[in-house]
């Protein structure tokens, strides 16, 4: 029997991102990796609820309620509880500590509106990517799959794609194409990527 790699999928919001891995998983398209456990930084987050629909755990970790160190602290003990070996940031809108990213080195996997190197790291997130790429004119963007590190959006990337940028785009219309021609197809595929990597280093 194949020892599955275990994902934990951090989310903040609606998890979109999560509904795509989940679906993946289920239609066998990450045959070596196994969701075990979805940790939401926001109370009440309707991703938790897409967790629950495909019988995953998922909890809330608020991050408002606590400090940086007992974020991390409560994010830790999930992880260990579930008995994680990977981490996926699926629209997770905390950064975490260069001290808590280094004990899970080329161990956590993030997705990103845009094709890295442009418009990425500190203060680019959500709209605010497809706002950038709008007014600056650019005809293509896309979304980059990375392994995170201590630098926002430093880190090795794994998967590219690019995604046309069309006459009369909206931020919230480019973002949704992004979403489906490039980000809901990366994320699984990283993920089964990383895990096939995971399980072939402990044959």
Same mark, same amino acid.
């Given at each position: 029997?194949?020892?599955?790699?275990? #994902?934990?999928?951090?989310?903040?919001?609606?998890?979109?991102?999560?509904?795509?891995?989940? /679906? %993946? $998983?289920?239609?066998?398209?990450?045959?070596?990796? &196994?969701?075990?456990?979805?940790?939401? *930084?926001?109370?009440?987050?309707?991703?938790?609820?897409?967790? /629950?629909?495909?019988?995953?755990?998922?909890?809330?970790?608020?991050?408002?309620?606590?400090?940086?160190?007992?974020?991390?602290?409560?994010?830790?003990?999930?992880?260990?509880? @579930?008995?994680?070996? #990977?981490?996926?940031? !699926?629209?997770?809108? *905390?950064?975490? *500590?260069?001290?808590?990213?280094? =004990?899970?080195?080329? =161990? #956590?996997?993030?997705?990103?509106?845009?094709?890295?190197?442009?418009?990425?790291?500190?203060?680019? @997130?959500?709209?605010?990517?497809?706002? !950038? %790429?709008?007014?600056?004119?650019?005809?293509?963007?896309?979304?980059?799959?990375?392994?995170?590190? &201590?630098?926002?959006?430093?880190?090795?990337?794994?998967?590219?794609? !690019?995604?046309?940028?069309?006459?009369?785009?909206?931020?919230?219309?480019? $973002? =949704? =194409?992004?979403?489906? $021609?490039?980000?809901?197809?990366?994320?699984?595929? !990283?993920?089964?990527?990383? *895990?096939?990597?995971?399980? /072939? &280093?402990?044959?």
């Amino acid at each position: 029997m194949l020892k599955k790699a275990r #994902i934990a999928v951090l989310v903040s919001g609606g998890g979109t991102n999560l509904e795509a891995l989940l /679906k %993946a $998983q289920e239609s066998g398209s990450i045959p070596h990796g &196994e969701i075990v456990v979805v940790l939401s *930084s926001a109370e009440g987050a309707y991703a938790l609820e897409r967790a /629950k629909n495909h019988g995953v755990p998922g909890f809330a970790v608020p991050r408002k309620a606590m400090t940086q160190a007992e974020f991390e602290t409560a994010l830790e003990e999930k992880l260990t509880e @579930y008995q994680a070996d #990977i981490i996926i940031l !699926a629209g997770f809108l *905390s950064i975490l *500590s260069a001290d808590f990213v280094s =004990r899970w080195p080329e =161990r #956590i996997l993030n997705v990103h509106p845009s094709l890295i190197p442009s418009f990425c790291g500190k203060g680019f @997130y959500g709209l605010k990517v497809h706002e !950038a %790429a709008l007014s600056r004119g650019v005809k293509v963007t896309g979304a980059t799959v990375h392994l995170v590190n &201590e630098i926002p959006d430093g880190g090795r990337i794994l998967l590219q794609k !690019a995604v046309e940028i069309l006459p009369g785009d909206t931020p919230e219309v480019l $973002q =949704r =194409r992004v979403m489906e $021609q490039a980000e809901w197809v990366l994320l699984p595929q !990283a993920a089964e990527q990383l *895990s096939a990597e995971l399980v /072939k &280093e402990r044959e």
